[in-house]
């Protein structure tokens, strides 16, 4: 079945650092990808996502790019704000259609941005 | 306008007890989703209604979980004789027919002591 492996946390950053957190996936026919962020005491919610091969999503200063040939679609920040602080979650939809656009999760990746 | 809302947010109850959570998804919003969050874990697929067709049910661990969904509304996920495996936090998400972004609600958060 669909997979999707995140690098594990916790990331530790000083403000004005580049953040890459990684992903990569498995799944048969082509996915969509997503990128979910849940900050502290909040609900989930989209950060940005990408449809087909060589998208670039982007929101709030993030991007991912989707990588077919590397199965990858990994998260990137050039300069990091403490209001970033938060767990970030990689997701793929099934292509099925039948299947709706349910959505399988990485494990989650918490960053903390200090001062 | 209104977001996806769940109660109760926390929910404590013994081993062995039955626990209803209720999801109200957004107004409109033909597709929801139920999801369980284990602690320090991802996030896994439950069961997917759209419309009136069949629900998806695939996700759900075992016979004593269920779901019901009254038309396009409210959602009732029920865990019968609760485990303490079953302890997480369960979240709803909603989305248009068409669209891929799914609006998830804050959770309830159960503990099965």
């Known amino acids: 079945g669909d997979s999707v492996t995140q690098m594990e946390g916790p990331v530790t950053l000083s403000e004005e650092a580049f953040l890459t957190i990684n992903c990569t996936y498995t799944a048969t026919g082509y996915p969509s990808l997503f990128w979910y962020v849940q900050y502290p005491g909040e609900g989930l919610q989209l950060l940005l996502k990408a449809t087909k091969a060589d998208d670039k999503g982007s929101n709030k200063g993030f991007e991912a790019t989707y990588r077919k040939e590397t199965t990858s679609f990994h998260l990137e920040k050039g300069s990091v704000q403490v209001s970033d602080s938060a767990v970030y979650f990689c997701?793929?939809?099934?292509?099925?259609?039948?299947?709706?656009?349910?959505?399988?999760f990485g494990g989650g990746t918490r960053v903390l941005v200090k001062p | 306008g209104a977001g996806v809302s769940q109660s109760p947010s926390n929910k404590v109850t013994e081993k062995g007890k039955d626990v209803e959570l209720r999801c109200d998804p957004i107004s409109g919003h033909t597709a929801l989703y139920w999801y369980r969050q284990r602690l320090g874990q991802g996030l896994e697929f439950l069961i997917y209604f759209q419309g009136n067709s069949a629900p998806d049910k695939s996700g759900l661990p075992s016979d004593r979980f269920s779901a019901e969904r009254t038309g396009e509304s409210v959602s009732t996920l029920t865990i019968q004789r609760t485990q303490q495996e079953d302890s997480a936090v369960y979240l709803c998400?909603?989305?248009?027919?068409?669209?891929?972004?799914?609006?998830f609600g804050p959770g309830t958060r159960l503990t099965v002591t």
């Open positions: 997701a793929l939809s099934d292509s099925n259609k039948a299947a709706g656009n349910k959505l399988t």
């Open positions: 998400a909603s989305s248009t027919n068409r669209a891929y972004e799914q609006y």
